[in-house]
């Protein structure tokens, strides 16, 4: 008896499946896909965020070290904080409405799978 070699096997098995019809892969792959890309744009999201704020901590960094008195500093950490919470309140607005975005894309991929068999 000789012996199969993989690629002999792999011969054989495309052969054998040459004709049989393929699954719609689409189905499969699209939304997952879908609940990727809306997970991609909310990190997109968060990391462009910590960049801007971490560009704004430098920044307040560097002109608290320029401050010619305790009274400049008071003020530049005063603004520094109102600027940081008001950014951290904006953020949170758009995060959470990323991922309610999430949220949907998920929904609608679990349902879109699931009555894909039922219609047809």
């Known amino acids: 008896m000789t012996r199969k070699t993989p690629t002999d096997m792999m011969g054989s098995f495309s052969e054998a499946f040459k004709n049989a019809p393929l699954p719609d892969w689409t189905a499969l792959v699209k939304p997952q896909a879908r609940v990727a890309e809306a997970m991609l744009r909310h990190n997109i999201e968060t990391l462009e965020f910590l960049k801007a ?68």
Not at 57 to 64: E, I, K, N, S, T
Not at 83 to 97: G, H, I, P, Q
């Open 53 to 120: 704020r971490c560009e704004r901590d430098r920044d307040f960094l560097a002109a608290l070290g320029r401050a010619e008195s305790p009274t400049d500093a008071i003020g530049l950490w005063q603004g520094f904080w109102q600027k940081m919470l008001a950014d951290y309140a904006s953020e949170t607005d758009k995060l959470a409405a990323s991922a309610a975005t999430l949220a949907q894309e998920t929904i609608r991929s679990a349902t879109d799978g699931a009555g894909k068999g039922k219609a047809e």
